[in-house]
């Protein structure tokens, strides 16, 4: 299982994966879901991944050969995408081929071909994105009145996003959610782990602010977890009984 | 959808169910999914129910004429259950029954028959208990080291719970905690939706001791779900933010 969050503020986009993969329960693996690719200036993606993980490294490779669209003579790329959303269409293309290749093999042994992947970035000359391509091809984006959006194990994270992330929200306060997010997830599922990447990259900079592995000994991480359970176990002390009964 | 959490306490048993029933997103009712069957100062249960309606109502209205054991001349009933265990058995049997009734032909139709059920409750002599019911009829109890039980849409309502009850909360603090997890759920799935009903049974007293239903207009929920944005709110404010970047 897996849990990535993207969130697109005022200030930025800020994107949090882990980094747990499993075939079962005894057999765990550490591999990296959040990938930047970037040309400083220029352009900058990050990509991260849910679902089948030989799917979703495929398709990033493929992305890297390039895809030769319809009725095209040359490979398109990341490289040479001439918008965010053409390079969104581009990891949709990349997404659907894959499965199409891959899927019915898959699925006569009863293995999930499903992938989805958070695209986000920006190409210079254009506004930063962020999209939720899924493994059909098709994708959504992100916009202000709910900006985030989330793949895999995303329940246990939501309701601290929903109740407290706006587009007006300061980026690493956003970080700090997102972490949070994060947290209560790794508290409710196994399959989602330690360590977590994260990006946080700020409007119309065409370049990473912070490329950043929370390993598992990392003070920061420990303490929010540690004075969000304080936190909560406070605000909810102080919020009166119910009215009824004794 | 649905979301139903029974809380297992020192001081006794609170749960909570919602109310909201959908055939798609254009046919939404109100059922209620609490039941509660007391005999007060000899027995009582409730029944939480989760899954398809046909299935649960079919496999109450079984249980009350009565499930005839194999071997056995008279039907059993929750009346005339010797434990609380033999009558996690009969409500199990009663699931299992109708689901092997009537699941065939609901999967010709691609409709999914799965339940399950939250049974807890206590007969005069024996030791109050919560148990989770699945559709094949077998059943999990719940313990003091994780002193609750989720059926239907458990995962957004999970954090609060697993941060911050234990067997030692207060009785009407594990109430409100339980409507902080519910009103999380509200916040992030429409298929759960008010009224609420609710049953707090105090340990050895064989009676609820509360049983009640909150309207949509209730002002002491309202006011618990405003608090706890606000409370939440508050906390994060609170945590430093990441000391990475800038």
Known sequence: MTYCAGILVQDGLVMIADTRTNAGVDDVSVFRKLHVFETPGERIFAVATSGNLSVTQSALSLLAEGIIAPGADEPETLD???????????????????KQDIGPALERDQISAEASILFGGQ???????????YSTGNFIECGADSPFLQIGEHKYGRPILVRSVTFKTEIYDALKLGLISMDSTLKSNLAVGLPIDLLVLRRDKLKSELIHRIEPEEAYFHDLSEQWSDALRAAHTNIPRPPYGA
């Open 80 to 98: 040479t995408a001439t918008s965010m959303f053409r390079a969104a269409h581009l990891v949709g293309q990349a997404l659907r081929t894959v």
């Open 123 to 133: 190409i210079r000359g254009g506004p930063l994105k962020l999209y939720m391509i």
